[in-house]
């Protein structure tokens, strides 16, 4: 199976700053790498697919990057309603795998 | 706007079968190319991909679950079903239902709580 090593795990932010996360991938996926949000006690939400197209309705602060291996989610400006948990997921291969998420929480 | 729904018990015994349904509204579970799928989340950790089932009835199951697991649909009801058999504590998890279209999952379910315990 493909693993894939997201990070980090936490970060904290404030309002209006720039937030990356990383996921690796344990062998290439070439673009299969799609990227979600989740809210506790909420449907997960995709946000980005195939590495860099955004899923339509979601705001474009919002954005992906990479192939092969290692891929970037960036939200431009962070605003209140994005405190949440992020996670990636390759569908390069069977079985489809996740990265263990990273939690973003208010500085 | 499709949403889907999981239900079933919260609590299930120890070497028993745990039976989940999900119920998919605003849109057609018959069309071709999605992907009905299951996928799992321990507690604290990341997900598991537990397998999937097309309308056709074709399944795709984890080789670490296929032992002990089925997915079957019924397109009359707009549901499709997870059953997952000799459970023990391990199996205790946050259990979703999916929609694969194409590679990702672009409509999930809120997800269900389930416990193995006695």
């Known amino acids: 199976d493909i693993q894939m090593i997201q990070f980090p795990p936490s970060l904290s932010a404030s309002v209006g700053d720039r937030v990356s996360i990383t996921c690796r991938a344990s062998?290439?996926?070439?673009?299969?790498l799609n990227w979600y949000q989740q809210k506790p006690g909420k449907a997960p939400k995709l946000l980005i697919y195939?590495?860099?197209s955004l899923q339509s309705g979601v705001p474009s602060r919002f954005s992906g990057s990479g192939s092969g291996t290692d891929f970037t989610l960036t939200i431009s400006s962070l605003q209140p309603e994005d405190f949440a948990s992020y996670f990636c997921h390759q569908s390069d291969s069977s079985p489809p795998t996740f990265g263990g998420g990273t939690k973003v929480g208010i500085k | 706007q499709v949403q889907l729904q999981e239900s079933g018990p919260g609590l299930v015994k120890p070497s028993q079968t745990l039976s989940l349904t999900c119920t998919v509204s605003?849109?057609?579970?018959?069309?071709?190319?999605?992907?009905w799928t299951w996928i799992r989340q321990h507690p604290g950790e990341g997900l598991e991909w537990i397998g999937y089932i097309l309308y056709s009835g074709s399944t795709s199951y984890n080789p670490s679950l296929k032992s002990r697991v089925s997915i079957s649909i019924d397109t009359s009801k707009k549901q499709f079903s997870l059953n997952l058999n000799s459970v023990t504590a391990a199996d205790t998890a946050v259990y979703y239902c999916?929609?694969?279209?194409?590679?990702?999952?672009?409509?999930w379910g809120q997800g269900i709580l389930v416990t193995v315990s006695s």
């Open positions: 195939a590495a860099s």
């Open positions: 062998q290439p996926i070439r673009i299969y």
């Open positions: 605003g849109g057609s579970i018959n069309s071709g190319g999605y992907y």
């Open positions: 999916a929609r694969g279209s194409s590679d990702p999952y672009d409509y």
